[in-house]
């Protein structure tokens, strides 16, 4: 089983600070994803990176899939209340298979 | 709103029974997924149909298993339950076999007592 790890697990931070949660694994993927799971809903697709080493930008949002396609990182600029939410990594692999990661729960307090 | 839709929203009921989770995809998406997501394990991929044929297994239990209909809504069914089962069950769709934009439903919410 292909394990992703997220870290933080949990992040609270003041609006407008800058904030980075990283999702590392030891296993290869061909692509990765990042979901936005708000209470009582279904994940939300963000963004997939494909290639090792691109970086994707989503207006506050930055994601970037590291050069081995092993690891991910998602970087928010100035938090907004409305950013809070559980954030998820999913990497898919060969099989077409798509692994999630543990999560991070993020709180942005105005 | 993603255009999946899953009922019941909220499920309770007792060890040993049996239960049936259904979910209709997107307009026009062939593939349908399963997931289970509880408080310890995180999200887990179950299962996927594709078109009405089983498109590629995950962490599914032998108590558990799916269909997917003709009019491509699709059902999972969930005996012998334990208390363990109690979690969360999404329902994802995508157009295509590949997993690569994948739209979740609300959920259902099951309760084992």
């Known amino acids: 089983t292909q394990l992703l790890e997220q870290s933080p697990q949990f992040l609270s931070i003041q609006e407008g600070e800058n904030l980075t949660v990283y999702c590392n694994s030891s296993s290869v993927f061909s692509s990765l994803q990042w979901y936005r799971q708000e209470p009582g809903e279904g994940p939300v697709l963000l963004v997939t990176v494909v290639t090792g080493g691109e970086v994707k930008k989503l207006k506050r949002l930055t994601f970037q899939f590291g050069d081995a396609r092993k690891d991910s990182s998602l970087h928010i600029t100035a938090a907004q209340p409305g950013d809070t939410g559980l954030y998820l990594c999913?990497?898919?692999?060969?099989?077409?298979?798509?692994?999630f990661g543990t999560g991070t729960r993020l709180t942005v307090i105005p | 709103d993603s255009g999946v839709t899953q009922t019941p929203k909220h499920l309770i009921t007792a060890t040993g029974q049996r239960v049936t989770l259904r979910c209709s995809p997107r307009s026009g998406d062939l593939s349908v997924y399963w997931y289970q997501q509880s408080l310890d394990q995180g999200l887990q991929f179950l299962i996927q149909?594709?078109?009405?044929?089983?498109?590629a297994k995950g962490n599914i239990l032998e108590r558990f298993s799916a269909q997917q209909f003709p009019d491509l809504h699709s059902e999972l069914n969930l005996s012998s339950l334990e208390l363990g089962d109690s979690a969360l069950y999404f329902c994802a769709s995508s157009v295509d076999w590949g997993v690569y934009e994948q739209y979740f439903g609300p959920g259902t919410r099951l309760t084992v007592t």
């Open positions: 149909y594709y078109n009405g044929e089983e498109r």
């Open positions: 999913a990497g898919l692999t060969g099989a077409n298979n798509l692994f």
